[in-house]
């Protein structure tokens, strides 16, 4: 009887967490559905088809406002790629996605914002921005091989 209620317990665990991040996933693939179905590649390419500073920022800031989970964000980045996006913008965009979530950074200021140890709070502040300046700047490398600009010409 122990084994049968652990695992209906664990049955239950894992339904909650899946009805829990239901919405991310409906957000993410709805998004990329759209942008799939309502965007033409000449707005994609105006909007997000160069790599330069204010569209790699315009880029994370639609990543931040999205804020889906990590599978959606990836097919959505794949979507906007596909479209037209440049492939820093779009890389930029899913880290953005996934890890400038707005709520998860004001959790983590105010817990470690209130801790002696000041400095890992700044830290945790600033890895969001430092990690799409680590995209930003290596997917520009990635691009510079011209690995990725035969997919454009499809």
Not at 119 to 136: D, I, K, Q
Request: hydrophobic share 50%; charged share 15%; with cysteine.
């Amino acid at each position: 009887m122990h084994v049968a209620s652990a695992i209906g317990n664990s049955l239950y665990e894992a339904f909650s967490m899946f009805w829990e991040t239901l919405w991310a996933l409906v957000l993410g693939f709805g998004l990329s559905g759209a942008v799939q179905a309502f965007v033409s590649r000449s707005r994609m390419r105006a909007a997000l088809g160069d790599h330069r500073p204010a569209t790699v920022g315009k880029a994370g800031l639609l990543g931040m406002v999205s804020s889906s989970c990590s599978y959606a964000a990836a097919a959505l980045a794949k979507s906007l790629f596909a479209r037209g996006a440049d492939f820093t913008a779009s890389m930029v965009f899913m880290f953005a996605s996934t890890n400038l979530v707005v709520e998860l950074g004001i959790v983590l200021w105010l817990l470690l914002a209130r801790q002696p140890w000041q400095s890992l709070g700044s830290v945790a502040r600033s890895s969001g921005p430092g990690n799409l300046e680590l995209a930003g700047t290596g997917s520009s490398d990635y691009r510079r091989r011209r690995r990725v600009s035969s997919h454009h010409a499809r």
